[in-house]
């Protein structure tokens, strides 16, 4: 079974423009959460998606945006980047039910 | 709202050393918790879980029990090995505001020195 793919794995951009990152999780999970992984802030959760609702959302101002299609492929997109927004943006994905997650490569995002 | 608060790092030991990695938390109800291990340059992976008090949840060597009467999940390994560097976090999934959420703790960087 193939894990959570994550696209792209890095990408550099500059202030003022936005950004879509995309996550494709596990065959059968429908449950996706997006976080942000920074030295100074540790990891951050971002939001959940489960059968193309969000379900939760983080502490983050309104230009992180996320959605969920029927396959339960989700995308987040920043806009207005800002220097602050370089990170590792982690993907994870579970089962319905389940208590674990699983976790993608993440997509390293890098602000000039 | 929930929590997790984890020793701060780097913990640096020798190989074959003896390795604890405090973890506390807060929440309401019965959370399930989890450590979770990342290697540079990967994303997160599970490493082990307990979802009821007095469970032990074991994986690689790693151990951690969970322990509700003192809050805590700490991880502890006998003999670590240089393949073991990597950050390690805490985590819980319990009840908030009305729906299951994960929250995990700030991570714990081990460095194992041959």
């Known amino acids: 079974k193939a894990g959570v793919t994550q696209t792209p794995r890095y990408l550099i951009k500059t202030r003022g423009q936005q950004v879509t990152l995309s996550c494709s999780p596990i065959s059968g999970h429908r449950s996706v959460s997006w976080y942000q992984q920074t030295p100074g802030q540790g990891l951050q959760f971002l939001f959940e998606?489960?059968?193309?609702?969000?379900?939760n959302k983080g502490n983050f101002p309104g230009r992180f945006s996320g959605r969920q299609f029927s396959n339960s492929r989700s995308e987040m997109n920043v806009s207005t980047l800002e220097l602050g927004d370089s990170a590792l943006y982690l993907c994870?994905?579970?089962?319905?039910?389940?208590?674990?997650?699983?976790f993608g490569p993440g997509t390293r995002l890098t602000v000039l | 709202g929930n929590s997790v608060t984890q020793m701060e790092g780097p913990v640096t030991l020798s190989e074959e050393a003896f390795l604890t990695i405090n973890c506390t938390y807060t929440a309401t109800g019965y959370p399930s918790l989890f450590w979770y291990v990342q290697y540079p340059g990967e994303g997160l992976q599970l490493l082990l879980k307990?979802?009821?008090?007095?469970d032990k949840g074991s994986n690689k060597g790693f151990e951690a029990t969970y322990r509700k009467e003192t809050t805590s999940f700490h991880l502890e390994k006998g003999s670590v090995q240089v393949s073991d560097s990597a950050v390690y976090f805490c985590a819980l999934k319990g009840d908030s505001g009305g729906y299951q959420k994960v929250t995990f703790g700030t991570g714990t960087k081990l460095q194992v020195i041959p």
């Open positions: 994870a994905s579970s089962r319905t039910g389940g208590n674990e997650q699983f």
């Open positions: 307990a979802t009821k008090a007095d």
């Open positions: 998606y489960f059968s193309e609702t969000q379900r």
